[in-house]
């Protein structure tokens, strides 16, 4: 979830500055936000719950107050740091304080950005850091995503994952086999609620099939060496090679006219074809015999 108030986040000013974006584009920051946020006084009855769903329950707070109050309340594994905040230095001081794994979404962010916030978590005790890709839109569009910047992040910490706002689980796919090891979603039970994230969240059959499908996708993405599977070893016999197909009397030269390479895998490798033909053969051979160095005198 997340843990702000509007008086946390912005102020209670309403002019063009002030004026939010996107889906909220009617509304002023203050108003957003006011409308938006989780109680903090729930915040403890909704982590006993997930703890009995068994879902691990966290937070991105956006200000230090929040992380304290989270501290001395739910205790949370890790914290989440949204793409807007990576620039809330003392933010980011005080999460990293904590001494516990960040999740550090980069939409919007610079490459000084990107060193400034992680040094500054480095710097002050956090030691475990996902950094995550995020297109900051609502919903992003997937054409805009440059997924393949996942591999430069990596050149900056080692596990990265995604932060993914559109309305399409192939971008999440993408992320997976470019080496996400952590992905993010907005969840709502349906998108014709007034929920004020609903117009970029998936429903429950979206996600558990983005689930379902990203396991499967992880499980196969296996490793680079080229290799035959143990799945495969068990066809591999029914690959071709060289066998007799019309009777062969010993001594009679061998033609495409009695010999061919089919399946199965039983036989020669078809690779010595040209060197078999015009061959004599060592003994009569009855088609269907996968033949062998012994029936060929070379």
């Not at 907005?186 to 379902?212: C, G």
């Given at each position: 979830i997340?843990?702000?108030t509007?008086?946390?986040?912005?102020?209670?000013v309403?002019?063009?500055?002030?004026?939010?974006?996107g889906?909220?584009?009617?509304?002023?920051?203050?108003?957003?936000?006011?409308?938006?946020?989780?109680?903090?006084?729930?915040h403890?009855?909704?982590?006993d719950y997930?703890?009995?769903l068994?879902?691990?329950?966290?937070?991105?707070?956006?200000?230090?107050?929040?992380?304290?109050f989270?501290?001395?309340?739910?205790?949370?594994?890790f914290?989440?740091?949204?793409?807007f905040?990576?620039?809330?230095?003392p933010?980011?001081?005080?999460?990293?304080?904590?001494?516990?794994?960040?999740?550090l979404?980069?939409g919007?962010a610079?490459?000084?950005?990107?060193?400034?916030?992680?040094?500054?978590?480095?710097?002050?005790g956090?030691?475990?850091?996902?950094?995550?890709?995020?297109?900051s839109?609502?919903?992003a569009?997937?054409?805009g995503?440059?997924?393949?910047?996942l591999l430069?992040?990596?050149?900056?910490?080692?596990l990265?994952?995604?932060s993914?706002?559109?309305?399409?689980s192939?971008?999440v796919m993408?992320a997976?086999?470019?080496g996400?090891?952590?992905?993010?979603?907005?969840?709502?039970?349906?998108?014709?609620?007034?929920a004020?994230d609903?117009?970029?969240?998936?429903?429950?059959?979206?996600?558990?099939d983005?689930?379902?499908?990203?396991k499967i996708l992880?499980?196969?993405?296996g490793?680079?060496?080229?290799?035959i599977?143990?799945?495969?070893?068990?066809?591999r016999?029914?690959?071709r090679?060289?066998y007799v197909s019309?009777?062969?009397?010993?001594?009679?030269?061998f033609?495409?006219?009695?010999?061919?390479?089919?399946?199965?895998?039983?036989?020669?490798?078809?690779?010595y074809?040209?060197k078999?033909?015009?061959?004599?053969a060592?003994?009569d051979?009855?088609?269907?015999?996968p033949?062998n160095?012994?029936d060929v005198?070379?």
């Amino acid at each position: 979830i997340q843990t702000y108030t509007a008086d946390t986040l912005t102020l209670p000013v309403r002019n063009g500055q002030f004026r939010a974006s996107g889906p909220w584009k009617n509304l002023y920051l203050y108003d957003l936000y006011q409308t938006s946020y989780t109680p903090w006084e729930w915040h403890e009855d909704l982590a006993d719950y997930a703890r009995k769903l068994g879902i691990t329950f966290f937070s991105t707070p956006f200000d230090e107050t929040a992380v304290d109050f989270l501290e001395k309340t739910i205790h949370p594994p890790f914290y989440k740091v949204a793409s807007f905040e990576i620039n809330h230095i003392p933010l980011l001081k005080r999460i990293a304080q904590t001494g516990k794994p960040v999740f550090l979404s980069t939409g919007l962010a610079s490459v000084e950005d990107l060193e400034e916030a992680l040094a500054t978590l480095r710097d002050n005790g956090c030691k475990d850091i996902v950094l995550l890709k995020c297109v900051s839109a609502y919903p992003a569009d997937p054409a805009g995503f440059n997924l393949k910047s996942l591999l430069s992040l990596k050149k900056y910490n080692p596990l990265v994952g995604l932060s993914d706002h559109s309305l399409s689980s192939a971008i999440v796919m993408g992320a997976i086999v470019l080496g996400a090891c952590l992905v993010e979603k907005h969840f709502v039970l349906s998108r014709k609620s007034d929920a004020i994230d609903s117009s970029f969240s998936i429903e429950p059959k979206e996600f558990a099939d983005m689930v379902k499908d990203g396991k499967i996708l992880h499980k196969g993405l296996g490793r680079s060496a080229i290799e035959i599977s143990e799945q495969e070893m068990r066809q591999r016999k029914f690959r071709r090679s060289i066998y007799v197909s019309a009777p062969i009397k010993q001594g009679e030269a061998f033609t495409d006219q009695n010999i061919k390479v089919v399946r199965p895998h039983f036989g020669l490798h078809p690779r010595y074809w040209d060197k078999v033909l015009g061959q004599k053969a060592k003994r009569d051979l009855a088609p269907g015999h996968p033949l062998n160095a012994q029936d060929v005198a070379i």
